[in-house]
């Protein structure tokens, strides 16, 4: 087993122990940082591996979210086949942004997600009788059972975080050292380049946008299901900011680093909302000071500097 | 001697920039297994004509024809998997990556192969250009002729049909010249190699038959000696 | 009211929008045009704007009208030299790096809007407009004896509605002149065109983009200033003014003067007249989607390089 492979194993181990350790809270916690981190390696799909910076990734959090609990509030359908809709309406989703939004470049791709986003935020507050728009709802306890399991037990809905997030880790050690990953590197690195050694960069950077937008719905189908509430917010600006300012801190194209970057920030945040309300200060001056002085986040210089092994 | 057959011609192949005819009704035929070299004062349309080649600029009109196939329709990429390898005039690298992770991406394109194997592929095909012991460095940080002997590791990579290489020994140093000559001349046995070059003693080195534009057309073209007697070409470059 | 008086009505509040969002697009416009920078804070310097009207007028007390005045002459300076240091100290640093820029003004967004939370506080606050007549319109109507005017209830506006309409009028020629026949409008053009070609000429586009930066802001702040005595200084108003204007130099052509203020009137008016007759939320939806198709469909025309 390489060196890579053990390390993030070891990191599952290590947070299945934790459940264990850690007081009621902080685990209460970690299990809400795991799916957020599922969120943020989506994210890092497409800004850290191919190079695509979105600014609107809340709106497939928000897909896969409302997917899962519209499913449940409009048609009484159990946990599990609410978590496959929600994934299911990700991947149609992130196609047709993949196809429409790949059609442009650099800045217009940002503020074409951010248009796109927005647009799905308005739209949930406008639909306000099925979505019950920015107050949202509540997915009740009754449903939220898989195989017996109850998803709002803490230590059940904590293992069940920790399984979403252990697949996705190790789907990315595999996918970052496969043809396709090492791919995805060169578009970003040098997207020309990439082309003129035979590689269909529109192809993969179509994938990168699918894989990316179906991991933050997930994510997204899994907070609903898992924590219960559902509410326009998680569409909202800020949210697409969020996994943006994960990924930086923790090193973007790094396996592990929005894992890392959003333990700092949940953190960082629940701290700094002791003693104010403005908690999005934090994340105003870390995205400046990470872009002026930091561009490699926590785990970039890691590698750099102790790992190079590190994927 | 067998009869060789044409890998690539184009027919009447024309790019317009605005009003400027940068490459004007090229009728083009390269044999299969030639070292042919293109030539022509700067500015004569010679990038312009390998980029529609290989599909980095599409043709404002005209046919490209590579092995038997109209590929003038055809994406980039495709026509690279069809057998086209490009390094650039400008050196384009990963530069952030290491030496062998470029190669690495050149080769596994068409070497299904593991991790292991790819790796020694490409140590070896780095040993071939000159730049053994070199696969760790990181890609930006090689000399810039290193980085040109990159490019054509990156090239032979491919195990291309043809190989275009746009000013390959700009910039090498003229011991690197020569082992660049000894090179093309061994690649030659497997691929066909268009060449663009402005250092003349390369092209006479290599070439066997060589092709002159200017003002977007071809004004001649035959062996390196009928070159050197032509008027035209002497005219195209001491009065151009 | 009837479907003519009510239009009429729509017109006005659309007019009156459409003044306070040119003076905010043309900011965002100039700063891209000239630096290719894309100002995510925008609508936080245009709440900045609001919210220092609000201290100034608030301090000065006496007359609205001395406290109106100084918060238009005082407003529109802070929030510029605020801007000029955020270039000096942050996007200078990052080399005006379009990506890069754009998250720092992303966390230069959260970073303004939170400390005027902390400072300035959640409520929201007025502005004493210095004059505000009510204007009654006439309508007209064909009856028996012909045409009668008359005056519909509520069809009507004020007079400090229609001088935020000339007040911007005139900035927004203010704007033309500088950059046509002035001097520093001839190096903001020519850094605009090619920066390198300016640098070699001796140009100081370190100090002109920061320059830029600051007027670009102290453009929004200036709407702002206007449309504070209408709409109350909050600390969250910068939304919709930075997202109104996105749309605006998105489909008026980046860095064309011209398409800004054409589109900002267009869109403007088109969104004070939706608003009026249908629900605001379908007419942004409508707008967001139409900016996004602008931009799929002619990236190279706004935004993109040209095609080799």
């Known amino acids: 087993m390489s060196r890579a492979l053990t390390f993030h194993i070891g990191a599952i181990i290590v947070l299945a122990a934790l459940q264990f350790i850690l007081p009621v809270y902080h685990s209460g916690n970690l299990a809400r940082i795991m799916v957020l981190a599922v969120y943020a390696m989506g994210y890092n799909v497409m800004f850290g591996y191919a190079g695509l910076l979105s600014l609107g990734h809340a709106m497939f959090f928000a897909v896969g979210m409302y997917g899962a609990g519209l499913s449940v509030r409009l048609f009484d359908m159990a946990a599990a086949p609410a978590f496959g809709t929600g994934i299911i309406a990700s991947i149609l989703f992130s196609l047709g942004v993949g196809l429409l939004a790949l059609r442009t470049i650099g800045v217009a791709f940002m503020i074409v997600t951010l248009m796109f986003s927005q647009a799905i935020y308005l739209l949930i507050l406008y639909f306000n009788p099925l979505t019950r728009g920015d107050e949202g709802f509540v997915i009740p306890r009754a449903v939220r059972q898989v195989a017996g399991f109850d998803l709002s037990d803490p230590t059940t809905r904590y293992f069940a975080a920790l399984l979403l997030f252990a697949i996705c880790l190790l789907g990315m050690v595999w996918l970052v050292r496969s043809r396709t990953g090492r791919v995805l590197i060169a578009i970003r690195e040098n997207e020309e380049r990439a082309r003129m050694l035979g590689y269909d960069t529109w192809a993969h950077k179509l994938f990168a946008v699918v894989l990316s937008g179906t991991m933050s719905g997930a994510a997204g189908a899994a907070y609903g299901l898992l924590f219960g509430s559902i509410g326009a917010s998680f569409a909202e600006v800020p949210f697409s900011i969020l996994p943006l300012l994960y990924v930086l801190l923790g090193g973007p194209g790094t396996v592990i680093g929005p894992f890392v970057g959003t333990v700092f920030m949940f953190y960082l945040r629940d701290i700094s909302s002791s003693f104010t309300d403005a908690h999005m200060l934090v994340a105003g001056v870390a995205l400046v000071l990470l872009t002026m002085y930091a561009r490699r986040g926590i785990m970039g210089v890691v590698r750099e500097r102790w790992a190079k092994w590190l994927p | ?240 | 009211m009837e479907f003519g008086p009510h239009l009429i009505l729509a017109i006005l509040e659309g007019l009156v929008q459409a003044s306070v969002l040119t003076l905010t697009a043309l900011g965002l416009s100039l700063v891209f045009g000239v630096m290719r920078v894309v100002n995510v804070a925008h609508g936080e310097f245009f709440m900045l704007g609001a919210v220092f009207a609000y201290g100034v007028a608030s301090s000065i007390g006496g007359a609205p009208v001395v406290g109106f005045v100084a918060a238009l002459i005082i407003a529109p300076l802070l929030v510029g030299v605020l801007a000029v240091a955020a270039d000096w100290l942050i996007l200078r640093r990052l080399d005006h790096d379009p990506e890069r820029t754009i998250v720092a003004t992303i966390g230069m967004l959260y970073v303004i809007q939170q400390v005027t939370l902390m400072t300035y506080g959640p409520d929201a606050h007025p502005v004493a407009p210095p004059f505000n007549q009510r204007i009654a319109i006439p309508w007209f109507e064909f009856t028996g004896k012909g045409l009668e005017f008359y005056f519909p209830w509520g069809l009507s506006t004020t007079s400090y509605k229609l001088f935020v309409v000339a007040a911007a009028i005139v900035a927004g020629l203010g704007v033309w002149l500088l950059m046509a026949r002035s001097r520093l409008g001839l190096i903001l053009r020519a850094t605009q065109l090619d920066r390198e070609t300016a640098l070699a000429f001796g140009i100081p586009v370190a100090r002109v983009y920061a320059l830029t930066f600051g007027f670009g802001a102290a453009l929004a702040a200036l709407g702002a200033v206007l449309v504070v005595p209408i709409q109350q200084a909050h600390y969250l108003m910068g939304g919709d003014p930075l997202l109104l204007s996105f749309i605006v130099v998105i489909i008026g052509g980046l860095g064309s003067l011209r398409g800004t203020v054409l589109a900002a009137v267009l869109i403007g008016m088109s969104n004070g007249i939706i608003s009026v007759f249908f629900s605001p939320t379908l007419a942004k939806i409508l707008a967001t989607l139409l900016v996004a198709m602008v931009l799929v469909y002619r990236p190279q025309g706004l935004f993109g390089k040209k095609p080799a």
Do not use: W
């Open chain 2, 1 to 240: 001697m067998a009869a060789v057959t044409t890998l690539l011609s184009t027919r009447g192949l024309s790019r317009h920039f605005g009003g400027l005819r940068a490459v004007e009704n090229v009728d083009f035929d390269l044999p299969e297994g030639e070292i042919r070299a293109l030539i022509g004062p700067n500015g004569a349309g010679k990038t312009t004509f390998v980029s529609m080649l290989c599909g980095r600029i599409p043709p404002s009109s005209g046919q490209i024809i590579f092995g038997g196939r109209d590929v003038t329709a055809l994406p980039a990429h495709k026509r690279v998997q069809m057998g086209i390898a490009y390094t650039f005039q400008i050196t384009s690298v990963f530069s952030a990556l290491s030496v062998r992770e470029n190669v690495e991406l050149a080769v596994q394109r068409i070497y299904r192969a593991s991790p292991a194997a790819l790796r020694d592929e490409s140590d070896a095909l780095l040993g071939r250009v000159g730049l053994e012991g070199r696969s760790d460095q990181i890609a930006g940080d090689l000399a810039y002729g290193h980085q040109r002997l990159l490019e054509i590791a990156m090239g032979l990579g491919q195990n291309p049909r043809l190989l275009i290489l746009d000013e390959p020994t700009q910039g090498l140093s003229d011991g690197e010249v020569q082992s660049f000559i000894r090179l093309i001349h061994e690649v030659a046995r497997e691929t066909t190699v268009l060449l663009i070059e402005h250092n003349i003693d390369v092209v006479m080195a290599l070439a066997q038959k060589i092709t002159v534009m200017n003002f977007g057309a071809i004004i001649a073209e035959g062996t390196p000696e009928e070159i050197r007697a032509n008027e035209a070409v002497q005219a195209a470059y001491l009065g151009g």
